[in-house]
């Protein structure tokens, strides 16, 4: 509708996948998933390959994310032991109800889902541990380069660990993810008060757009939670001056 007004377009090339979408084990193929909310890896959350072995920076931009998962094979579980789960219990309550995440009673539990052997998910957790540890302890001097910066001992770059003792005989909140079509980071092109402009770079009267309908502002890659800079931001700019406006109109007599 925009573009037939003649509105221009910015960056709708770029649409973001996010690496966390929540598989329904009864209902795989569907085309519409949950999300995981990245705070599930903030907490601790590990994500696994169908090996049992961690292959990413859990805390690593979405894209990063998403491409490692592309690289590796799934399914791909996202497992939370019973401190992280505990720090975010709504969230993994509201995903168990949902039927899109499982509980399990230990590790070997868990390592009989997924087929492989418990020696491997354990060797997977104390290594975890051990790196946990080191960076715990001795935060700038590990081997490898840290996301978003600084050194770090684990190979894939994580900085932060948080509820990292990971046991076997611990319990376990589990989901099967995959990435998913989240977010376009294009739209209508407007300027800093929502006007949408035309290929002229010049707005169009009465015309305009916050939220995910415009686009221009995130580049090609959005990060979390900046979605309120799009619907709440240029969301009140946008009201305030479509107010302004229309009482202008009101006064001169053209509304």
């Known amino acids: 509708m925009g573009m037939a007004a003649g509105a221009d377009t910015v960056d709708l090339e770029w649409v973001q996948v996010h690496p966390t979408g929540l598989v329904n084990p009864k209902d795989p193929d569907c ?5 995981a909310a990245e705070a599930l890896r903030g907490v601790g959350g590990l994500l696994l390959d169908a090996d049992g072995k961690r292959f990413s920076n859990e805390l690593g931009r979405r894209d990063y994310v998403s491409n490692r998962m592309f690289a590796n094979k799934g399914p791909f579980r996202l497992v939370l032991n019973s401190a992280a789960a ?3 219990h709504w969230h993994v309550e509201h995903y168990e109800g949902r039927g899109v995440m499982k509980h399990f009673k230990s590790g070997y539990d868990l390592a009989k889902e997924m087929g492989i052997a418990p020696s491997t998910l354990e060797q997977t957790f104390k290594s975890y541990i051990e790196v946990g540890d080191k960076q715990t302890s001795d935060p700038d ?6 996301y978003p910066s600084g ?3 684990d190979e894939w770059g994580k900085k932060f660990f948080k509820n990292y003792n990971y046991k076997m005989d611990d319990e376990f909140d589990v989901a099967i ?4 079509v989240h977010y376009c980071m294009g739209g209508l ?7 949408v402009l035309d290929k002229e770079g010049k707005p169009i009267r ?7 309908l415009m686009g221009g502002v995130h580049g090609n890659n959005r990060l979390g939670g900046n979605s309120l ?3 709440v931001v240029f969301g009140r700019l946008t009201g305030k001056d479509l107010v302004k406006s229309c009482l202008r109109m009101q006064a001169c007599g053209t509304v």
């Open 189 to 195: 092109k407007i300027d800093t008060t929502g006007h």
């Open 151 to 153: 050194k770090t001992w």
């Open 31 to 35: 085309k519409v998933k949950f999300l």
């Open 86 to 88: 505990n720090d975010i």
């Open 206 to 212: 009465g015309l305009y757009a916050a939220g995910e």
């Open 177 to 180: 993810v995959t990435p998913l």
């Open 229 to 231: 800079l799009d619907c």
């Open 141 to 146: 001097n590990g081997p490898y380069d840290a």
